[in-house]
């Protein structure tokens, strides 16, 4: 039986009137791969900024290893070092290139020796095939080469959570394929996950369970299988509806 | 070739005088710079706090520099204070305290336009791998201010540069004045000395403005 890593209890979010995130409970153990789909709007990327303490929360608990995240507002820095999170835009630094991109937080946070650090970062670029890419600029790279700078960014860090927040929806389909192999790579690792996307393909191969929410609730939590051939609920079938199609012409 | 006159410009020292009517030019502006820098950072990191009495007191005396004249301003302060409290400061005096307060709102304005276009993910994404307030500030914001305000602020400088044209207005002889002394001086003897002075005076401001640009476009191409 796995640790159970990261438990959210009766988490409410809003933004002035409007609430985003309903009573909302969850829990994701460790070396596990959660799943995060639903419709727009539907409080996904609120969800994983909850969790980095990026938004401030209206009511409920965030527990990473039992332990509060918004109990001492100072330990945040400290925290977010356990909780790797890569955005949808990428997010590199512009005026860094991406060996200091990626080497500046273990200098400057986790006092590491250069050397070591820039040794690493070389390993974690191989990994993702980057390696002669070092001194190049952010804006030298494609966005798929930038999302994977961003990955090994987080990585380096040695976080015991990842958080993707749908870190391909800016990316021209045939970069897509590249972003999503380092997560599977990252997977297989059995590094524990909370990825939000709309790569339902994606999903199903990679996740150990899916979570769909809608309205800021969790409306269904299932195996990736069960989820994706046998929806529970009529809300799921919609939206799952909306990612297959129709043959229009049939052929013979 | 036509006659420009220029042999005005050779007659005892007339040359070495227009030199140190720039270098008046130059003092006031360079003056008004090194007070405009420090005081447009911190009007423009305070143009940007969610304070509704900062706004409205910032953007007031942003809008009241902008809208006046620069040589109005330079009356005010030159005349004004003589005429209101007595003070008897002069031209040159006056002429960095209205070059001070002229740049130091556009210089907040450059402050503040380039503090906001830093997009608050970078920040989020710094935030994200465990930076600390302090740290966010110094490795990633202000870096890219700073880049984004060079260039701006360099195109500030030759304008001041270029002003202080009106300062003669107050009195002060800077190398525009100085050369309407030398043509007045010469009106018999040369009729035609308005051309070569005033060419000169072209080039003259020209030289002391184009290296500027030039650093401001090395810089903006290093950083782009």
Aim: net charge positive; with cysteine; aromatic share 8%.
């Amino acid at each position: 039986m796995a640790a159970e890593l990261l438990k959210i209890e009766h988490l409410q979010k809003s933004y002035d009137s409007h609430v985003v995130l309903k009573n909302l409970s969850l829990f994701v153990d460790e070396g596990e791969v959660l799943v995060v789909v639903g419709p727009s709007g539907c409080g996904k990327s609120t969800l994983l900024r909850c969790i980095n303490a990026l938004e401030p929360v209206q009511g409920g608990r965030i527990l990473l290893r039992g332990r509060d995240i918004h109990e001492n507002e100072k330990n945040l820095p400290k925290l977010r070092q356990q909780i790797g999170m890569v955005f949808q835009s990428y997010e590199l630094f512009p005026h860094k290139n991406i060996m200091d991109n990626i080497i500046l937080a273990p200098i400057i946070v986790q006092k590491r020796k250069r050397e070591e650090a820039r040794q690493e970062a070389m390993e974690l670029l191989a990994r993702v095939g980057l390696e002669n890419r070092a001194n190049d600029f952010p804006r030298q790279l494609s966005g798929g080469q930038k999302q994977r700078v961003a990955i090994v960014r987080s990585l380096i860090m040695h976080p015991e959570l990842l958080l993707f927040d749908e870190v391909t929806a800016a990316l021209d389909p045939e970069m897509v394929r590249e972003v999503l192999d380092v997560l599977l790579d990252l997977a297989r690792q059995g590094r524990t996950m909370i990825i939000v996307t709309h790569e339902m393909q994606f999903a199903r191969a990679v996740a150990d369970r899916v979570v769909f929410l809608d309205k800021g609730k969790i409306v269904e939590e299932s195996a990736p299988e069960a989820f994706f051939s046998r929806p529970q609920t009529e809300r799921a079938r919609r939206f799952l509806d909306t990612f297959s199609f129709e043959t229009v012409r049939k052929s013979g | 070739m036509p006659d420009l006159g220029l042999e005005v410009l050779w007659k005892g020292r007339n040359f070495v005088r227009l030199l140190g009517g720039l270098w008046t030019a130059l003092r006031i502006s360079l003056l008004a710079v090194s007070i405009s820098i420090p005081l447009g950072m911190l009007l423009g990191m305070l143009m940007t706090r969610n304070n509704l009495v900062l706004v409205v007191l910032t953007r007031f005396y942003l809008e009241f520099i902008r809208v006046m004249p620069q040589m109005v301003l330079l009356f005010l302060v030159f005349f004004g204070t003589t005429r209101w409290f007595g003070w008897n400061l002069d031209g040159e005096l006056s002429s960095v305290i209205v070059f001070s307060l002229w740049g130091t709102a556009e210089m907040g304005d450059l402050v503040r336009g380039a503090l906001i276009s830093i997009p608050a993910q970078q920040t989020e994404s710094a935030a994200a791998l465990g930076m600390t307030r302090p740290q966010i500030l110094r490795h990633i914001v202000l870096p890219q201010t700073l880049r984004r305000l060079i260039p701006l602020s360099i195109n500030l400088i030759t304008r001041m540069i270029k002003t202080t044209s009106l300062v003669l207005m107050i009195g002060v002889v800077e190398m525009l004045k100085v050369s309407q002394q030398i043509i007045e001086a010469n009106r018999m003897s040369s009729p035609n000395a308005a051309f070569g002075v005033y060419l000169t005076v072209f080039l003259l401001y020209f030289l002391a403005c184009w290296p500027i640009s030039l650093l401001s476009k090395t810089l903006e191409k290093r950083w782009s």
